[in-house]
């Protein structure tokens, strides 16, 4: 089968179904941290038409999450309607972002291609576009850690839950609190080292999306002429 699996960079995923035999390939605008030939570094938009059977894209959430709701607005015009709030002093262009990346996100649900999954964390897109089919949690497929992740899908099943284990919670020093693990050890990252990191998809969903959405109709196994268009 043939997969592509957009906005990744670190290969997770890519390898999970690459090791199942299929025909799988990442693309991102950043280069494959693991090197690997059976990678795009483009824009994912340009490579779309390439015979794929499934797609599996990862958005940027950065302009699509709630937690960013504080930086789109002037600070001091809490009391006012939304409508009539100035733009943020730091973040002028915030608003416009969020548009381009919600035309993003829908580029990838309309996709010319038979089978697509879409995640992303819990944002304005299941009201700008709709629900997503299933929220998903790493510690529901074998990484005791908390990361909620919304799952919209065309021509695919919702993931079934592979192996529940207790999430490794840490309360906040002021009580006020929870927090995953990771995501406090991520904090404590420079900024592109942190977003990268946050952007890796736990191996237990990799193998969970590769063993119950890779046993579909389509090419099963890489034949020659796929590699030769390893370049």
């Not at 730091?90 to 919600?102: D, I, K």
């Not at 790493?138 to 990484?143: L, R, T, V």
Request: charged fraction near 30%; include cysteine; glycine fraction near 6%.
């Amino acid at each position: 089968m043939r997969v592509l699996v957009a906005c990744e960079f670190s290969g997770r995923v890519r390898e999970a179904f690459r090791a199942k035999g299929h025909d799988a390939w990442s693309c991102d605008l950043l280069p494959a941290d693991d090197d690997s030939p059976y990678h795009y570094q483009c824009n994912v938009f340009d490579i779309l038409d390439g015979g794929w059977d499934l797609m599996i894209a990862h958005p940027p959430c950065t302009y699509l999450t709630v937690t960013g709701n504080s930086w789109f607005y002037h600070p001091d015009d809490k009391h006012l309607p939304t409508d009539e709030r100035r733009p943020h002093p730091r973040f002028p262009n915030r608003r416009q972002h969020r548009e381009e990346a919600v035309e993003f996100f829908m580029g990838m649900m309309e996709a010319d291609i038979p089978k697509i999954a879409v995640e992303n964390p819990v944002g304005i897109m299941s009201t700008r576009f709709r629900k997503p089919d299933q929220y998903i949690q790493p510690y529901e497929f074998g990484d005791p850690e908390r990361k909620k992740t919304g799952l919209w899908l065309k021509g695919l099943p919702c993931l079934v839950p592979t192996d529940i284990v207790e999430p490794n919670i840490i309360q906040y020093k002021n009580g006020k609190g929870t927090d995953s693990k990771w995501h406090m050890d991520t904090m404590k990252l420079p900024p592109l080292e942190r977003m990268k990191a946050r952007s890796i998809t736990f191996q237990g969903i990799a193998d969970a999306m590769a063993d119950q959405w890779g046993s579909t109709n389509g090419r099963e196994k890489i034949d020659e002429k796929d590699e030769e268009r390893i370049v």
